[in-house]
């Protein structure tokens, strides 16, 4: 069984910063990719940047240019620098992996809030 586990969440102005982290219980490369996706109350969850095992990046359009996703191999922890946020940004967001190269669906973290305050 495979633990994703999340932290970094919290409460920011806009225009803040925050830095998401996920540490997963097993060795970075065993999986396609990993992934942050967001949910926002209401709405179905969305993907917001992927990582690939071969270090390729894709990125949600809405977070190009401020988001950045990367990884730390030897600590299997990949992470989500979030720049510039906005009150849009508010959500619960999710860490996950799997064996999909860019949409990484098969294990999910238990998610972390942020806040941005206008």
């Known amino acids: 069984q495979v633990q994703l586990v999340e932290s970094g969440g919290g409460l920011v102005q806009a225009g803040g910063s925050l830095r998401l982290s996920c540490a997963a219980s097993?060795?970075?490369?065993?999986?396609?990719?990993m992934a942050w996706y967001r949910q926002i109350a209401g709405k179905e969850r969305e993907l917001v940047a992927s990582?690939?095992?071969?270090?390729?990046?894709n990125y949600a359009d809405s977070v190009k240019g401020r988001f950045t996703i990367s990884r730390d191999n030897a600590k299997s922890t990949v992470y989500l620098q979030m720049n510039n946020l906005r009150p849009e940004d508010t959500a619960v967001y999710y860490c996950?992996?799997?064996?999909?190269?860019?949409?990484?669906?098969?294990?999910w973290g238990q998610g972390t809030q942020v806040a941005v305050a206008p």
């Open positions: 990582i690939n095992r071969g270090g390729v990046m």
């Open positions: 097993r060795s970075w490369f065993t999986f396609g990719a």
């Open positions: 996950a992996a799997g064996t999909a190269q860019s949409v990484p669906r098969d294990y």
